[in-house]
């Protein structure tokens, strides 16, 4: 006799092996299958090549419940500059005061193409591949945009954000806003860029001066052409991770196609938000 376990942390299967594997046992029911690990960061072809989602900015904390308690601190005027003395930089007027914040569910969807789910290493190539990328895309809006149940606050659109204009060629208005940034006490450690605006880093040399400074650039279309965010990341927020993620195969009635649902379970501290600036190409 040969068992099959079930691998929920994915240490020998991938995601769409799991649920291949969840699949071949029921042919004819829906499947749920419940992993411990967060999806977003399973995507096979992120191990081979360079490209940071949001997340990838972020710091991260393992939770184990909700609500989660965090501090966030106020500064006493969003234009503030520092001076050479430490009573005249922005940071000694913090206020600092007790938060919280929840956790959600962020979904991606997907038609299984006809016959796919009869064969188990095509479901899971389909699934890794295909799947959880949209997944990875999903979560990108929301950590930038706000998740639509309203729990998640959005990276950019939280009011506490400063703002700037750029005003000259694209290297002199990242460093401009780097040192903006750095007014606050912080250390500019990311960007978030529309691939528009990424490419041209790349071919005027700037990504790899950034490269050579610690500064990730995150490429995603779920920020506008004309929009650059720039931050402080890893002090500025924190990615509320407990490791839960869910792969659904639902059978449909009639003619409809079955679906795939990948869902993750995140939530956003944002202690910082002064330490995230949004400028505007």
Known sequence: MRLLWDDPALTSRSAGEELAHAVAGSPKSDVTVRL???LPSTFPLA???PRYTVRHLLKTAVVTGEPVRYV???PAAADAVSGAAYRD???AGFTPRLCSATLTDLTARMPLPDGVGDDPALLAMFTDHRVVVRLCTVENE?????????VLPGLLRHPGVRRAHASGSLADDVARAASDVEEMGGSCDG???HPSVYWRMVTSGLLARLAEVGVRVSRTRMIAREEMLLGDFRAAATLLDPA???LRLVRAAGDAPDMIEASVRVG???HLPQHLLLMRL
Do not use: C, N, Q, W
């Open 244 to 246: 839960e993620s869910t």
């Open 36 to 38: 411990r690990v967060s």
């Open 47 to 49: 191990k081979t090549r």
């Open 89 to 91: 930089t922005p940071e």
């Open 191 to 193: 960007i978030v860029a």
């Open 268 to 270: 956003l501290a944002l």
């Open 142 to 150: 929301a950590l930038l945009a706000g998740a639509a149940d309203g």
């Open 72 to 74: 966030r601190e106020t």
